[in-house]
Nanobody, 118 residues
Framework: QVQLVESGGGLVQPGGSLRLSCAAS????????MGWYRQAPGKQRELVAI???????NYAESVKGRFTCSRDNAKNMVYLQMNSLKPEDTAVYYC????????????WGQGTQVTVAS
């Protein structure tokens, strides 16, 4: 089993920044692709950013240039630095882990709420 625990969410004003962290434990493999997905009220869960074990990344068009995904394989951590936040970034953000770059993995965290509002 793999456990993923997110932290760092909160309330921020438009234009502000937040940094999300995800701590992985259990049977996590260093080769796993790690990712961030989000789900806004009434909408489907969507990809935000994913990162391979070799640090190759892929971002949703809506966050390119504003969000940066990184990982520390030694610590089994993955991060999402979010800058220039917009109200439409408001959602529950979920950490994800799995073996493939093209599809979400089977392991999910419990989610952390990000609210962008003035």
């Amino acid at each position: 089993q793999v456990q993923l625990v997110e932290s760092g969410g909160g309330l921020v004003q438009p234009g502000g920044s937040l940094r999300l962290s995800c701590a992985a434990s259990g049977s996590i493999r260093s080769t796993y692709v790690m990712g961030w997905y989000r789900q806004a009220p009434g909408k489907q869960r969507e990809l935000v950013a994913i990162i391979s074990s070799g640090a190759a990344t892929n971002y949703a068009e809506s966050v390119k240039g504003r969000f940066t995904c990184s990982r520390d394989n030694a610590k089994n951590m993955v991060y999402l630095q979010m800058n220039s936040l917009k109200p439409e970034d408001t959602a529950v953000y979920y950490c994800n882990a799995g073996p493939f770059f093209s599809t979400p993995g089977n392991y999910w965290g419990q989610g952390t709420q990000v609210t962008v509002a003035s």
